[in-house]
């Protein structure tokens, strides 16, 4: 038995994340009647902190409570719901709730460089955006005001802007500050990082920042933005939300246009809405996966899948972090988890070779490691409490993102092996692996943090290199965009080349990955799609 | 000074966990007859002079009598004590089989080690821009 919805939105959004909530807050505000579909619940900002302040262990995920219904990756065990297919694990974590995965980032408010959108025409790899970087510098000034971005003016690598940031850079903590000077004099160019977090000021009714030392993962004061807010300025403009409705089909009618999206709610009553318009926001695993559930008569490889690239070109930032002790206390975790980066590896004609990467000073309490390792050591009494004390005052974590290129092998499907989760729906199956492009790059990060760890007073020989990839949920390219239907999923504006009334507002349409967090182009290509959307829909 | 605010939460929790850990206070009255005793042994194991009610109590009803008094006559294992350091300074006791449990968040003992630096994550930490001045000992 299905449902329809006696309600026929002009536009109905699919995700309620801030690739979602953007969309439908431009819409809304132009005045669309306009649906956001949500597969989590509303959670509050409260709850969170205090889930998180009681759980034990604490993660990345512990503040989120688990949606039976709609599973999210654990930090420990994302097999339990991703199925890893290898060689290397795509271990992402996402939250599915009202405001999506921006719960607990660390606020990272990145533009990307004009090359970033060139890399075919400029450095021979990868792929091109079919549109330029000035195309959307607008919508990335639009983003900064929405989300209140605080960043540095004139700051080399950083992109060129037409309008200031809405806030000045925050500012750098005392141990950024020396490794500012390090830096600096080893020849880097070193910049307070532009993040959406309020800086010494209130700023769209939030408060400023104090220092929780938990942006990651969870601001607790608001201070930070995160996505729920878009959804809620959505609603406020007229917007309806539906929560705990998990979208697994698109039915497609015989001109090529999106009829309706059909849901299931935690009982598994099967729920259909029909709307002139859709929007598909659902992050970039779970959007993918319900395109390739969608197959039928009139999308037999499913929806918008004509190019057969719907689930591939997956991306992330594969990361690596070196771990070692700075000759003097600098005493990381005080501010911002993570406050300056590294820029001027973003880009070069080294690209052509191997990967651009952003390196990060990581600004997170790392007490409990060092408890604990301390402790069994076999360190008790006074000792236990002054090691504690003095390394924890000097532990420092470098981490790099690198920039992944777009490989068609590395994929998303819908589980091959009839593994389903509680609604019955196919859990994900992930084949991924990361190539030569990037290891040529982790490699000469190694050398670069060894030098730098050298210039801080570490010991020789005492760095610590990350083993594995560390993944950083940065989930980018299972419908890539393009000009060329045979080979991509979306165009330029994001609309499917199948379906001339279905968009797509993820990372996953990014052709590029680049070296910075993925959110800010999010958010400014969410207000773009919005604005068009609202448009085309004006009489 | 951005030190204060983060200086006088700990001096708060340490005057507050100080007061019920004195002979005759709640825990000994409630608690196996070695509670006293043990809440010593664990001070001297900790390199604290004041542990926090909640770590106490907690470390008490995770490990059992034989080893609380183990503890306490100086026998204890080394694998005994490297748990119930982990469970004072974390706040979790951690086995390696069964599920964790949560005692206490910020009153944990490493965060008592470096109080006069860093804030617990996700209290407050100061003043916004406090973290641009140099720590206390830096």
Known sequence: ?539 | MTETPMFTRRLFLAGASAAALLPGAALAQSSAPTSVEFAAACRALSGFDAIPAALVTGAAKVFADPDRTALIEGNASDEMKKSLLKTLYTGMHAPEEGEPERFAYPEALMYACVEDSLNVPSFCGGLPGYWAEKPADA
């Open chain 1, 1 to 539: 038995m299905v449902y329809t919805l006696p309600n026929r939105p002009q536009l109905l959004v699919i995700g309620a994340g801030v690739a979602g909530g953007m969309v439908a807050q431009r819409a809304a505000a132009a005045g669309l009647n306009v649906t956001i579909l949500c597969d989590g619940p509303v959670v509050k900002r409260e709850d969170l902190v205090h889930r998180f302040r009681a759980s034990d262990p604490q993660t990345m995920m512990s503040p989120y409570p688990p949606v039976p219904h709609a599973p999210q990756p654990q930090v420990a065990r994302t097999d339990d719901y991703l199925i890893q297919k290898g060689p290397v694990p795509y271990a992402q974590q996402y939250i599915r709730a009202v405001g999506g995965t921006t719960w607990h980032w660390a606020a990272a408010a990145w533009r990307y460089l004009p090359n970033d959108m060139k890399l075919k025409s400029r450095y021979g790899v990868g792929r091109d955006w079919p549109l330029d970087y000035w195309d959307i510098e607008p919508w990335y000034a639009q983003a900064e005001e929405e989300m209140g971005v605080a960043g540095p003016e004139d700051a080399p690598f950083d992109a060129p802007r037409s309008a200031p940031y809405p806030m000045p850079a925050a500012p750098l903590s005392y141990m950024d500050q020396v490794f500012h000077e390090k830096l600096t004099a080893l020849g880097y160019d070193h910049i307070s990082a532009p993040q959406a977090r309020n800086n010494q000021q209130v700023y769209d009714d939030r408060p400023p920042c104090c220092g929780n030392a938990n942006c990651m993962p969870i601001c607790p004061i608001g201070a930070q933005y995160s996505g729920n807010i878009a959804v809620e300025k959505a609603q406020a403009a007229g917007a309806e939300l539906v929560t705990n409705a998990v979208v697994h089909h698109l039915e497609v009618g015989e001109d090529g246009e999106i009829i309706a999206a059909r849901y299931l709610t935690p009982s598994r009553e099967e729920i259909r809405v029909e709307a002139d318009r859709f929007v598909l926001a659902s992050g970039g695993i779970e959007g993918p996966k319900i395109l390739l559930m969608s197959t039928q008569e009139n999308a037999p490889d499913g929806v918008a899948n004509s190019s057969d690239m719907v689930g591939r070109n997956l991306m992330d930032h594969p990361g690596t972090s070196s771990t070692f002790d700075s000759e003097m206390p600098l005493w990381p975790g005080r501010g911002p988890n993570v406050i300056s980066a590294i820029t001027n590896l973003r880009d070069g004609d080294f690209r052509s070779e191997y990967a651009a990467r952003k390196l990060m000073i990581l600004n997170m309490n790392p007490v409990e490691g060092i408890a604990k390792a301390a402790i069994d050591e076999g360190l008790s009494g006074d000792a236990l409490r002054e090691a504690v004390r003095h390394r924890t005052a000097r532990r420092q974590v470098i981490t790099a993102f690198h920039e992944q290129l777009p490989d068609p092998a590395n994929r998303i499907l819908p589980s091959t092996e009839g593994k389903t989760d509680l609604l019955g729906l196919p859990r994900p199956e992930i084949h991924y692996d990361v190539g030569e492009y990037v290891a040529r790059s982790a490699e000469d990060t190694r050398k670069r943090t060894e030098r730098i760890a050298q210039s801080l007073g570490a010991a020789p020989g005492s760095v610590e290199h990350s083993e594995d990839w560390l993944p950083n949920n940065h989930i980018t390219g299972a419908t890539i965009m393009g000009d060329d239907p045979r080979d991509s999923v979306v165009d330029a504006d994001c609309r499917a080349h199948d379906h001339p009334n279905l968009w797509i507002s993820s990372s996953s349409t990014f052709p590029s990955v680049s070296s910075v967090n993925v959110t800010l182009t999010i958010a400014a290509l969410a207000l773009r799609l919005g604005e068009h959307i609202a448009s085309e829909a004006r009489p």
